[in-house]
């Protein structure tokens, strides 16, 4: 290499690789396989350098051309989706955020899966705050009460909703419990409109809790964010400003899974 030379590792000096991979994502997004005049037309590429790339990714499996003249993402795509998965660790993604993020450090922030009824709570960061409630790895609490649990039923349909629990209410915890299907369907609609969920005392009488769900690379959701604090601090504006904040953070986690839409 001569001694002047430098190395440029800014990746612009790969523009047939940056076009490879628009061409990839024209292909996965648009709602229908494009044509090849369709991806040249969204993309702004030239006729030649395109038709050389869309060949290069055919041959490679990355793309298959159909007998229609369209394209479509190949299979040589999964194992770089396998891989992303395989590699690609729920809780150790909420922890590196939680390092990353410090917006919310003066608050515990929770982690949870549905299951079935019930949320299971894979992650817990919790504050130094007097909540009178301590969250714990493995702990069980009824769904419907919960604001993880309410923020990735917000995501499900009322029909599934109401199938999940036909077999039966969960016992309330406190009386500020959500009573019914009925009730909890009017929460879950309120909470599709602002973007996040609420515990209003429903698990522990005096504290208050705000849920944003996180999606996958798929867009399915896998698991709800929360963040609690005292009842005293949930003001109108401070539970704005802070739900803003925890969707905010809901979408990175779910960017750090591969969902592009957060």
């Known amino acids: 290499m001569p001694k002047n030379a430098e190395i440029d590792t800014s990746g612009n000096n790969a523009p047939a690789l940056r076009r490879?991979?628009?061409?990839?994502?024209?292909?996965?997004?648009?709602?229908h396989p494009p044509t090849f005049t369709e991806i040249v037309t969204k993309l702004g590429l030239p006729k030649s350098s395109a038709h050389g790339l869309c060949a290069a990714l055919v041959d490679l499996g990355m793309l298959v051309r159909t007998d229609a003249g369209t394209y479509r993402v190949g299979a040589h795509v999964m194992n770089w989706a396998?891989?992303?998965?395989?590699?690609?660790?729920?809780v150790e993604e909420f922890q590196r955020l939680l390092q990353d993020r410090r917006e919310?450090?003066?608050?515990?922030?929770t982690l949870t899966v549905l299951d079935g009824q019930q949320v299971v709570y894979v992650a817990c960061s919790n504050s130094k705050a007097a909540l009178g409630f301590t969250f714990r790895i493995g702990m069980r609490l009824p769904a419907p009460f919960t604001a993880t649990g309410k923020a990735i039923l917000s995501t499900l349909d009322d029909e599934d909703i109401c199938h999940r629990f036909a077999a039966g209410w969960p016992q309330p915890l406190t009386v500020h419990s959500v009573a019914s299907i009925e009730m909890l369907l009017q929460e879950l609609a309120?909470?599709?409109?602002?973007?996040?969920?609420?515990?209003?005392?429903q698990i522990r009488e005096g504290m208050f809790c705000i849920g944003a769900p996180v999606h996958d690379f798929s867009g399915q959701v896998v698991a709800g964010l929360a963040?609690?604090?005292?009842?005293?601090?949930a003001t109108e504006s401070n539970v704005d400003t802070i739900g803003s904040k925890l969707v905010d953070i809901a979408a990175s986690l779910s960017a750090r899974l591969g969902n592009r839409r957060g």
């Open 20 to 31: 490879a991979v628009q061409i990839l994502d024209a292909v996965s997004e648009l709602p």
């Open 190 to 201: 309120l909470a599709r409109q602002r973007g996040y969920s609420v515990d209003d005392g």
């Open 104 to 109: 919310l450090s003066d608050f515990s922030v």
């Open 82 to 90: 396998n891989a992303f998965l395989g590699q690609t660790d729920l």
């Open 227 to 233: 963040v609690s604090m005292l009842e005293q601090e």
